[in-house]
């Protein structure tokens, strides 16, 4: 996350993706390890994707007994 920044508003820490909030902490130690976890995560390669992964799909077969919308 290059373009971020942490703000203390009150007691609590606003972390803000450019001038989007997207997370509040008590800590602002708690903040940066979060930050640095969305980093590291945002760097990884995701996992190579195998025939064996099922795709998200609709299965009608047990819909035969519902209602009917009109």
């Not at 606003?14 to 800590?27: D, I, M, R, Y």
């Not at 799909?57 to 819909?63: E, G, I, K, L, P």
Request: hydrophobic fraction near 35%; charged fraction near 25%.
């Amino acid at each position: 996350m290059k373009d971020y920044s942490i703000v203390r508003i009150g007691n609590e820490y606003v972390v803000q993706a450019g001038e989007k909030s997207v997370l509040k902490t008590s800590s602002r130690r708690m903040a940066a390890r979060l930050i640095n976890d969305a980093t590291g995560l945002l760097e990884q390669q995701p996992a190579p994707s195998t025939a064996a992964d099922a795709s998200i799909t609709c299965d009608v077969s047990d819909m035969s007994d519902a209602p009917k919308v009109p």
